[in-house]
């Protein structure tokens, strides 16, 4: 059974950053992301990471701001956000699941990841 426990979240203002953490137990060496979610909206990808390859999804409006990384020692998925903007304001969440790398960076639903955390609330103010 695999057990995500996100952590980082917090209130920023506009051009500041966070790190957000997820820690796993079990076994994840397969595909990893971080998704959002604001009230009223989908719930969508912001930044996956393929274990085996490396290959890495970012959504564009994220792109040159965010990075996804992962600790293999610990265990710990990552999401380095920096200059944030209000719109980034979110619910955050860690997801698991065992894709292919097609599935995992290319068709990405939120209904193939089984394995979720229970999020972390990230603020951006003006």
């Known amino acids: 059974q695999v057990q995500l426990v996100e952590s980082g979240g917090g209130s920023v203002q506009t051009g500041g950053s966070l790190r957000l953490s997820c820690a796993a137990s079990g076994y994840t060496d397969y595909c990893m992301g971080w998704f959002r979610q604001t009230p009223g909206q989908e719930r969508g990808a912001v930044a996956v990471l393929y274990i085996g390859g490396g290959g890495t999804y970012y959504a564009d409006s994220v792109k040159g701001r965010f990075t996804i990384s992962r600790d293999n020692a610990k265990n710990t998925l990552y999401l380095q956000m920096n200059s944030l903007k209000p719109e980034d304001t979110a619910m955050y969440y860690c997801?698991?699941?065992?894709?292919?790398?097609?599935?995992?960076?290319?068709?990405?639903?939120?209904?193939?990841?089984?394995?979720w955390g229970q999020g972390t609330q990230v603020t951006v103010s003006a």
């Open positions: 997801a698991a699941a065992y894709l292919s790398e097609r599935f995992c960076l290319r068709i990405i639903e939120k209904a193939n990841f089984p394995y």
